[in-house]
């Protein structure tokens, strides 16, 4: 077997495989991050992602360590699946890598990958389709026209339910720095199982739940967003695999437990209650962010449908098609507050929506159009009471510090792989705007 390193120039390549230590079996899709350990702050070298035998491969110019003459890295790898680590070889680092660096074989464990246990390859039986080809205005011809179904509240048509398909794989993509010249793409995937789309044994959907995110920001603490669901309508064929549907969105945030035990935070709450204002504390008091359709700003209805996004580039460790079983995609633009009313309330949510932004990279900054790829694992049947609690379980899980009872999905990257990070100057920025908003209205 070939060694771990070749060097062409300066073009350093790694290349590697991951296995089961139960089986000895290699494992697709799983990403392979390597370093460069530091005595201060460790080079991030690159991404890759496993193929079906487990193997990986992934290039990086030396200018990514070659500091104060060092001439060859000192190599350690995370293995992740999902953001979930399987593997941190930091305190086995292979120091100097070079030509002469032997294979890198890694054996991980998959008992608590909860990821891998929600992958379903074979759907099951009880598929009876023909929704789809119910109404030829249905087909992609060349995009489907739903507009002879009605738009159905997502929660209100539960005991319909049959079938389901769960979007273990939600990839998400904005511009950190929208209107700008270099706009700095972001690639993140979701916490898996949190979106699932639910219909009947015909294929006709009922329900679509969406997913939900957390952030920090020094000051404010955990926040948390959710891409909520508002309407529905339209289909999925298990025999073409593809998918077909109309929803209506809307983007909230608000903050977490954790972050409102912050002395700024709780000053701010504290304030509103007396004068019966509202506050962001929960989900049902998140501040709503209107939505519209990429294409039409005028429009408040989004298609999901069949197939890759093809307005940017999609990196390789946002794609799996080796172990997914469909794919459809959604694109949304985000708009402005909804006015609650009252101008204190409407000033300090555009204050905590500012600083959400800078946390997450302008994910729902006014006029940014936020887009994901949802990667489906295969048909299952419904569990209707199972699917009622699946959002408050989701929600009630991720309003404690960001957690997420199935993992926490991955972090944040530009195409390159690269981990985005917020501007720290701007982070700075945050106390004192928060403190001239206590000095203003609460003294």
């Keep these: 077997m070939s060694n771990a390193v070749t060097i062409s120039g300066s073009t350093y390549t790694l290349v590697g495989t991951v296995k089961n230590i139960e089986n000895n079996q290699g494992i697709e899709d799983l990403h392979v991050l ?36 060092e001439r060859s890295p000192d190599l350690y790898f995370i293995v992740q699946d999902g953001g979930f680590d399987l593997l941190n070889t930091k305190e086995q680092c292979i120091n100097n890598a070079n030509e002469s ?6 054996l991980v464990d998959l008992t608590n990958d909860k990821l891998r246990k ?67 793409r972001c690639y993140q995937m979701f916490a898996p199982d949190i979106s699932r789309v639910g219909y009947t044994n015909d294929g006709r959907i009922y329900s679509i739940i969406c997913p939900q995110q957390g952030f920090s920001s020094p000051s404010l603490g955990s926040m948390n967003v959710e891409v909520t669901v508002t309407g529905n309508r339209g289909w999925a064929d298990e025999t073409t695999k593809e998918l077909a549907a109309d929803m ?41 962010i209107k939505t519209s359709n990429p294409a039409n700003s005028e429009e408040t209805i989004f298609p999901l449908t069949r197939g890759s996004s093809t307005d940017f580039p999609i990196p390789d460790f946002a794609k799996h098609e080796g172990v997914s079983w469909a794919l459809g995609h959604l694109g ?31 994910m729902l900054k006014d006029g940014n159009t936020l887009t994901w790829n949802v990667w489906f694992t295969a048909p299952e049947v419904v569990d209707q009471e199972e699917w009622k609690n699946h959002a408050i379980y989701w929600r009630d899980s991720i309003d ?35 403190l001239a908003f206590i000095r203003e209205h609460l003294d």
């Design 332 to 362: 949304v633009k985000i708009g402005a507050i909804v006015p609650s009313g009252f101008e204190i309330v409407d000033e300090f949510n555009q204050l905590f929506l500012d600083i959400f932004n800078m946390a997450s990279g302008n």
């Design 101 to 106: 660096t032997p294979p890198i074989n890694f």
């Design 34 to 69: 390597a370093y460069d350990k530091d005595l201060l702050n460790d080079d991030f070298l690159g991404i890759a992602v496993t193929d079906a035998s487990g193997a990986f491969s992934l290039s990086f110019d030396s200018s990514a360590f070659d500091r104060f003459l």
């Design 248 to 288: 209506t969105v809307l983007g909230k945030i608000w903050f977490s437990k954790s972050a409102q035990k912050k002395e700024s935070v709780k000053a701010v709450a504290n304030h509103f209650k007396k004068k019966g204002l509202p506050f962001p504390s929960s989900k049902a008091n998140a501040i709503v």
């Design 118 to 184: 929600l992958i379903n390859p074979t759907p099951v039986a009880g598929w009876v389709g023909g929704f789809a080809q119910s109404n030829p205005a249905f087909a992609y011809n060349p995009t489907p026209d739903l507009t002879s179904l009605p738009m159905l509240r997502n929660m209100e048509s539960l005991g319909l339910l049959e079938r389901q398909q769960r979007i273990v794989w939600p990839e998400f993509s904005w511009e950190s720095a929208p209107h700008e010249a270099d706009t700095k």
């Design 400 to 434: 404690v510090d960001n957690c997420s009872p199935e993992g926490p999905g991955s972090a944040a990257r530009h195409y390159d792989g690269t981990p985005f990070e917020p501007l720290k100057e701007l982070l700075v920025e945050e106390m004192p705007k928060i």
